[in-house]
C-alpha cells in the first residue's frame, strides 16, 4: 500500500489506539467486576459497573468508558487516513464511530442503578438510546468493513475476519435481551467482536507499513 508518510503514520496509531481501546474495556471490566460485590460477567451488563451509585461508578466512567470512547474515535481518524479510500470504508468508519461515541455517552449519562427501572430517568434513556444504536449498526458495519477489505492489497484474511466478526456480533446483538440470564455473555460477545476486528485491522495496517506494501 503505497502510502505518504501522514498515511504511514495514521497507519501505526490506529494499531496502537485500537489495541489501547481494547485494554481499558478489558481491564475496566475485569478490574470493576472483581471489586463490585455479587456482580456476574454472565447475566449483568457491562453498563451496570458505571451505574448511578454502583461502587465503581466513577472509576468505570472516568477510566472506562471515556478514554475508551476517545481511543476508538482516534482509530477510526487515523484508520479514515490509512485505509484505501472507498465508500464502503468510509460508512463503516461512520457506524464505527457512531459506536465509539456510545462509550461517551455512557461516561456521561450512566443507567440507572441496575441498569434495568421500572422507571427510566432521563440519563437512563439517553444511555440506552446511544448504546441500543451503536449495538443495532455493529452487524452492519462490521459487515461493511469485510466487504471493503477485500478490495484492500493483501488483506482477505482481514475480510473473512470481519465476516466472523459480523456473525458474531448478530449473535451478540439478537440474543440481548434484558430479560436473559446471559445478556452479560450476549454483551460482551458483542463488543468482543467490534473492538478484536478494530485490532486486527489496525494489526494490518500497521504489517503494511512495516512491509513497506
Not at 55 to 63: K, S
Not at 89 to 115: E, M, N, R
Request: hydrophobic share 50%; with cysteine.
Amino acid at each position: 500500500m503505497a502510502q505518504p508518510w501522514l498515511s504511514q503514520r495514521a497507519a501505526k496509531l490506529s494499531a496502537v489506539t485500537a489495541l489501547a481501546c481494547f485494554v481499558v474495556m478489558a481491564l475496566t471490566v475485569v478490574v470493576a467486576g472483581a471489586l463490585t460485590p455479587g456482580y456476574s460477567h454472565v447475566s449483568q451488563y457491562i453498563s451496570e459497573l458505571g451505574a448511578r451509585g454502583a461502587p465503581q461508578e466513577w472509576g468505570v466512567r472516568l477510566a472506562g468508558f471515556l478514554p475508551a470512547g476517545i481511543l476508538l474515535l482516534a482509530f477510526c481518524s487515523f484508520a479514515y487516513a490509512a485505509l484505501p479510500r472507498s465508500s464502503g470504508t468510509t460508512l463503516a468508519l461512520v457506524g464505527l464511530a457512531l459506536y465509539a461515541a456510545g462509550y461517551l455517552v455512557a461516561a456521561a449519562y450512566p443507567c440507572d442503578l441496575g441498569c434495568r427501572p421500572d422507571k427510566p430517568t432521563a440519563s437512563q434513556l439517553i444511555h440506552n438510546a446511544a448504546g441500543l444504536l451503536g449495538y443495532l449498526l455493529a452487524p452492519a458495519f462490521l459487515l461493511t468493513f469485510a466487504r471493503a477489505a477485500r478490495t484492500w492489497p493483501g488483506a482477505g484474511h482481514l475480510a473473512v475476519a470481519g465476516y466472523a466478526a459480523a456473525g458474531l456480533a448478530l449473535v451478540g446483538l439478537l440474543t440481548l435481551s434484558p430479560t436473559s440470564s446471559t445478556a452479560g455473555l450476549s454483551q460482551r460477545l458483542l463488543e468482543f467482536a467490534v473492538l478484536g476486528w478494530a485490532v486486527y485491522c489496525g494489526r494490518y495496517l500497521s504489517s503494511q507499513v512495516a512491509s513497506g506494501a
